[in-house]
């Protein structure tokens, strides 16, 4: 048998498979001890501390320590994808949460969309998982509802969905607690 010689290919080959093995560990070293970050918009202060209070719960429960989770205000749902892409590289996932009650004009479905698409444009540009808390109401009834921590708190299930992708990034399989 012959026996193979090495060529500058190969060995550039080799080089850009050590440079990716070190750049994994890098990543998940850092997801080992995630940092979360949770923006939130104060707009309507009630449900934005219930919503906030729901994801801290799932991220207490799920060993995430208090020192790792950031939390930023927003005045609205609008000022929450600046926020996020301030601070992308900060954080291994972050949190968005807030709350918008569709009044007698447009502005509802125009704030709704523009911002939803910005964190899912964001989210898929840099790869960070951003559970979206972000919940639109009919009226200030429903956003009680759905941000009610004795409920399905939609903050709560923001949390884990980020940590779902976290992990899914982390190669891991494993449910995270309710």
């Not at 208090?66 to 926020?83: D, F, H, Q, S």
Request: hydrophobic share 40%; charged share 25%; glycine share 6%.
């Amino acid at each position: 048998m012959k026996k193979k010689e090495f060529n500058d290919k190969d060995f550039s080959i080799i080089k850009d498979l050590d440079l990716s093995i070190a750049k994994r560990e890098t990543i998940f070293n850092r997801l080992k001890n995630p940092k979360i970050g949770i923006v939130v918009s104060s707009y309507y202060a009630d449900i934005a501390r219930d919503l906030t209070f729901g994801a801290a719960e799932v991220l207490k429960k799920n060993n995430i320590p208090r020192k790792n989770i950031i939390i930023w205000n927003a005045p609205g749902i609008l000022e929450i994808p600046v926020m996020i892409a301030k601070n992308i590289h900060s954080c291994s996932a972050f949190i968005a949460l807030g709350c918008v009650i569709k009044g007698e004009t447009p502005h509802f479905d125009l704030i709704s969309k523009t911002t939803i698409k910005a964190i899912m444009d964001l989210s898929i540009k840099y790869k960070k998982p951003i559970g979206n808390g972000i919940i639109t109401c009919l009226n200030k009834k429903q956003a009680a509802e759905r941000s009610d921590r004795t409920k399905k708190n939609k903050g709560g299930e923001a949390a884990r969905a980020a940590l779902s992708v976290l992990g899914g990034f982390k190669g891991e399989t494993t449910q995270w607690s309710t």
